[in-house]
């Protein structure tokens, strides 16, 4: 049976393994939770984004609310539509998830703090252009630093001290996106709150890009079997995420999580339809402490001994 007669099938097969088609064993409803889990949650970005701006809300309440809807919403899609049903996080799991998710978000918010500590509130509180202008220009901008910062986590070895804490889980779920090192994210974000400061983005700009990263963010980390299509060439996906985990450098690019338009121009872009990962997680899994071992790996960066090599 050739690879035409596999897809016929159900199946596409792809490095030696097969990938189940969205919902071809399963029912209707699973066909259209597969069709439709993206366009909603692009559309409830949007009219967030609308009524965040036009209501004037703040952010301080809005990204965070929004974000937990955003993760409640997947969540649910993954029990639905799971990919990999084996990568469903256990009640052990969801207890060290959840302690790396508030150590994420305590340094979200650091890093905000430095940013504004560093500049001041030099954001102007009122668009300055058009936000049909600004908010796609905060999008490129925002989007080209956190691909450089991401990209030289993986390439520089002090970096991915810090970096690779986030790649020690063999599966990829919604639940595992908080795993971080709190460094790790305070120089990330920081570093891209830094540069949309620095340009000059007016809040609401930023609030509103905020948003659209936030949800991709947690989108492409989830645990559903939902495929875009050519949309992976301009959007960020769970097809591509999963390949930027994979134990298999070669098709581990995938640098960005927002946008794939940067992954394109700098050569890092390795997706194509049907291409799955044989197994995700650390090429050396002894590199690093495991997951359990919160306080081992908050250390790790300052253990004895020379640097693990950067992951490329």
Not at 105 to 124: D, E, H, K, N, T
């Amino acid at each position: 049976m050739d690879e035409r007669e596999r897809a016929a099938d159900g199946e596409i097969y792809s490095a030696g393994h097969s990938v189940s088609r969205c919902g071809a064993a399963g029912n209707s409803m699973a066909r259209f939770l597969c069709a439709t889990a993206y366009p909603v949650l692009l559309l409830a970005v949007i009219l967030v984004g609308v009524f965040a701006v036009r209501e004037r809300w703040d952010p301080a309440w809005v990204s965070p609310l929004f974000l937990i809807g955003v993760i409640a919403y997947l969540v649910v899609l993954e029990r639905l539509i799971p990919y990999e049903p084996t990568w469903h996080p256990g009640k052990q799991e969801w207890r060290l998830y959840g302690l790396y998710f508030l150590l994420t978000m305590a340094g979200s918010g650091l890093a905000q703090l430095l940013v504004s500590l560093a500049v001041g509130l030099i954001s102007p509180a009122e668009p300055t252009h058009h936000l049909g202008v600004e908010i796609p220009g905060a999008l490129l901008t925002g989007s080209l630093a956190s691909y450089l910062v991401h990209r030289l986590g993986h390439r520089n070895p002090l970096l991915w001290r810090l970096h690779g804490v986030h790649h020690v889980p063999e599966k990829v779920n919604v639940a595992n996106n908080g795993v971080n090192h709190v460094l790790d994210i305070v120089l990330a974000q920081g570093l891209v709150q830094l540069a949309l400061a620095l340009v000059g983005f007016s809040r609401p700009a930023v609030l509103v890009t905020g948003l659209f990263v936030a949800a991709q963010g947690y989108f492409v980390h989830a645990n559903i079997d939902v495929r875009i299509g050519p949309l992976n060439h301009l959007l960020a996906s769970p097809e591509q995420h999963r390949l930027h985990h994979s134990t298999d450098l070669a098709e581990a690019g995938h640098y960005g999580s927002d946008l794939s338009c940067w992954d394109h121009l700098f050569g890092s872009f390795t997706w194509r339809p049907g291409r799955a990962p044989a197994a995700v997680g650390l090429q050396d899994p002894a590199a690093f402490p495991g997951t359990g071992e919160v306080l081992a790996a908050l250390l790790h960066p300052w253990r004895r001994g020379p640097a693990q090599g950067p992951r490329p």
